[in-house]
């Protein structure tokens, strides 16, 4: 049974950080894609960064370029999301998935192909 579990999710003020955490256990974590999704009140649910736990390599929404980082640490099944400059509307619950397939991550647009979802951690940024 594959479960992912989400913590680190704060109230903050504006230009404060956070660290997410998401622990992954029931699967083969060493060539995942593990992403990070968001969603606030009457919004779509939208990727926020990627990892691929084989080579590291990231994908980021554009908005977030620059002031988050996504990483890994394979020996612990964790992907990390540190969060920095943190505005209004970075808030919203923050969902940590894993893709369904092996070796490559797909496009944020594609949830689809995130086969695996925690429960959410809730992140308010406040003015």
């Known amino acids: 049974q594959v479960v992912l579990v989400e913590s680190g999710g704060a109230s903050v003020q504006t230009g404060g950080s956070l660290r997410l955490s998401c622990v992954a256990s029931g699967f083969y974590f060493g060539n995942r894609c593990m992403g990070w999704f968001r969603q606030s009140p009457g919004k779509e649910r939208e990727g926020v960064a990627v990892?691929?736990?084989?080579?590291?390599?990231?994908d980021y929404l554009d908005s977030v370029k620059g002031r988050f980082t996504i990483s890994r640490e394979n020996v612990k099944n964790a992907v990390y999301l540190q969060m920095d400059s943190l505005k209004p509307e970075d808030s919203g619950m923050y969902y940590c998935?894993?893709?369904?397939?092996?070796?490559?991550?797909?496009?944020?647009?594609?949830?689809?192909?995130?086969?695996?979802w925690g429960q959410g951690t809730q992140v308010t940024v406040s003015s």
């Open positions: 990892i691929l736990t084989s080579d590291g390599s990231t």
């Open positions: 998935a894993s893709s369904g397939g092996w070796g490559r991550c797909p496009p944020m647009s594609q949830q689809h192909d995130f086969a695996y």
